[in-house]
């Protein structure tokens, strides 16, 4: 296997991955990332199977203890608990408590609060010139979780605060001070959550927080820090991607001069399916062995680290034409930028709903919208979103 030195956090890489991701599937699509120190595929058919084969998981194996980082201590406290690094019958009961909350038909019932806000925010921008990404695509999806949960709109700032520093985490070399910050959001969020479902307690209300403070009082079926790992994955899960993929939508269809004015149901679900497969939000997941096996040729170890490329597999020729276009009629077919398999994404519906419900808002009632600067991608690999959309409209 061929190995690769391509730093993810290199400018040119950050701006445009998709040059790197294309190269690497022409020559066969695996490689030896050196930067990662880890196998990566790149290939969609491989990566869906991988995420779909039990021989692999988010877990460290058994027998292999993790190491936790001491500085983030209050980070892991939280990750220990939440669903999205458990594999097996901790992860099936975690993820069975919520996963009624957000399926279509569930999520569907709040489609007309999300055209709402949505509409509103949209009406709140007076200036002719605006950041899209600050007024409106970091907006809808963190109001639309909070008010899911049961918690206080008025939060919504600090949550995008808490979230942001805990998520940078995930970054390539990160340094002792975005650990720090990360370490001191994750405190103050679980101190947060801590007090707010306390209060909850004693007032029920008709939200997530109340059916996820029952099921830990009535069965015991939720711990305490479950509960908590759970609301706080929630929000934010809830909002990151969903966030990148409504600015790298709207920079899609503007770049592309996609006429979106008299579109229909149909055409906009196409249009979010699109823009997944071409810009997604998030690039890269891992996944650990848990035997010796093969695949694709490739030998892999008991206990290592693979990476799956998944902005790389929209890229790939052998299972979309032309890829590197962006084909807003394109026939919709399945792409991995929601996972597959047990962690598959437990917010798609929703997040297929809020990106839909922002971008017709938008083109539906700015009839000029033109980008002032070229919006550039922020530093934050892993996610894959713009720093800023400055626009005039009107
Ligand atoms: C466009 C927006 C979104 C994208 C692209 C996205 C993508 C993903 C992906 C790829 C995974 C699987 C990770 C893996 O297998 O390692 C995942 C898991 C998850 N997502 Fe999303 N997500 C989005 C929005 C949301 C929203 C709105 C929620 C709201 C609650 C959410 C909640 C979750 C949860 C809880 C999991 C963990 C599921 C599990 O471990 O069983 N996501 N998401």
Same mark, same amino acid.
């Given at each position: 296997?061929? !190995?690769?030195?391509?730093?993810?956090?290199?400018?040119?890489?950050?701006?445009?991955?998709?040059?790197?991701?294309?190269?690497?599937?022409?020559?066969?699509?695996?490689?030896?990332?050196?930067?990662?120190?880890?196998?990566?595929?790149?290939?969609?058919?491989?990566?869906?199977?991988?995420?779909?084969?039990?021989?692999?998981? @988010?877990?460290?194996?058994?027998?292999?203890?993790?190491?936790?980082? !001491?500085?983030?201590?209050?980070?892991? @406290?939280?990750?220990?608990?939440?669903?999205?690094?458990?594999?097996?019958?901790?992860?099936?009961?975690?993820?069975?408590?919520?996963?009624?909350?957000?399926?279509?038909?569930?999520?569907? =019932?709040?489609?007309?609060?999300?055209?709402?806000?949505?509409?509103?925010?949209?009406?709140?921008?007076?200036?002719? +010139?605006?950041?899209?990404?600050?007024? $409106?695509?970091?907006?809808?999806?963190?109001?639309?979780?909070?008010? *899911?949960? #049961?918690?206080?709109?008025?939060?919504?700032?600090?949550?995008?605060?808490?979230?942001?520093?805990?998520?940078?985490? $995930?970054?390539?070399?990160?340094? &002792?001070?975005?650990?720090?910050?990360?370490?001191?959001?994750?405190?103050?969020?679980?101190?947060?959550? +801590? !007090?707010?479902?306390?209060? =909850?307690?004693?007032?029920?209300?008709?939200?997530?927080?109340?059916?996820?403070?029952?099921?830990?009082?009535?069965?015991?079926?939720?711990?305490?820090?479950?509960?908590?790992?759970?609301?706080? *994955?929630?929000?934010?899960? #809830?909002? &990151?991607?969903?966030?990148?993929?409504?600015?790298? #939508?709207?920079?899609? *269809?503007?770049? %592309?001069?996609?006429?979106?004015?008299?579109?229909?149901?149909?055409?906009?679900?196409?249009?979010?399916?699109?823009?997944?497969?071409?810009?997604?939000?998030?690039?890269?997941?891992? =996944?650990?062995?848990?035997?010796?096996?093969?695949?694709? %040729?490739?030998?892999?170890?008991?206990?290592?680290?693979?990476?799956?490329?998944?902005?790389?597999? #929209?890229?790939?020729?052998?299972?979309?034409?032309?890829?590197?276009?962006?084909?807003?009629?394109?026939?919709?077919?399945?792409?991995?930028?929601?996972?597959?398999?047990?962690?598959?994404?437990?917010?798609?519906?929703?997040? =297929?709903?809020?990106?839909? *419900?922002?971008?017709?808002?938008?083109?539906?009632?700015?009839?000029?919208?033109?980008?002032?600067?070229?919006?550039?991608?922020?530093?934050?690999?892993?996610?894959?979103?713009?720093?800023?959309?400055?626009?005039?409209?009107?």
């Amino acid at each position: 296997m061929f !190995k690769v030195d391509q730093s993810p956090v290199e400018k040119k890489f950050v701006q445009n991955p998709y040059v790197f991701y294309r190269e690497i599937l022409k020559e066969g699509g695996v490689c030896f990332w050196k930067n990662y120190n880890q196998k990566a595929f790149f290939k969609h058919e491989t990566i869906n199977k991988i995420f779909k084969d039990k021989r692999f998981g @988010r877990e460290l194996p058994l027998g292999i203890e993790q190491i936790y980082d !001491k500085e983030l201590s209050n980070f892991y @406290r939280i990750e220990k608990n939440s669903m999205l690094e458990l594999e097996g019958p901790r992860h099936s009961r975690l993820r069975g408590l919520v996963i009624r909350a957000f399926t279509t038909k569930n999520i569907q =019932r709040i489609s007309r609060d999300i055209d709402t806000l949505c509409h509103d925010l949209l009406h709140k921008i007076k200036d002719k +010139e605006t950041d899209l990404i600050e007024n $409106y695509a970091k907006q809808v999806p963190v109001i639309t979780i909070a008010r *899911l949960l #049961g918690i206080p709109e008025e939060m919504s700032d600090q949550l995008l605060k808490w979230s942001n520093t805990m998520v940078a985490v $995930y970054q390539a070399d990160i340094s &002792e001070h975005t650990k720090n910050l990360a370490n001191q959001s994750s405190k103050e969020f679980y101190e947060y959550i +801590e !007090k707010f479902v306390n209060e =909850r307690r004693s007032k029920p209300a008709d939200d997530l927080i109340t059916h996820l403070i029952n099921a830990e009082e009535d069965n015991e079926m939720l711990s305490f820090d479950e509960l908590i790992s759970t609301c706080i *994955l929630l929000l934010n899960a #809830g909002h &990151e991607a969903t966030v990148h993929t409504i600015g790298n #939508g709207i920079k899609a *269809l503007l770049t %592309n001069k996609v006429e979106c004015r008299f579109l229909k149901e149909k055409d906009w679900q196409n249009i979010v399916e699109e823009i997944l497969r071409y810009d997604p939000p998030l690039h890269i997941f891992t =996944r650990f062995a848990y035997e010796n096996l093969t695949i694709d %040729n490739i030998e892999i170890s008991h206990g290592e680290k693979i990476s799956l490329v998944i902005g790389a597999s #929209g890229q790939d020729q052998c299972r979309w034409d032309r890829p590197s276009e962006f084909i807003s009629n394109r026939p919709s077919i399945m792409h991995n930028s929601f996972g597959a398999g047990t962690h598959f994404c437990l917010g798609a519906p929703l997040a =297929r709903l809020e990106v839909k *419900l922002a971008l017709k808002n938008l083109f539906e009632n700015k009839k000029h919208i033109k980008i002032l600067q070229k919006p550039e991608y922020a530093d934050i690999y892993h996610f894959h979103g713009l720093k800023s959309l400055n626009v005039e409209m009107n």
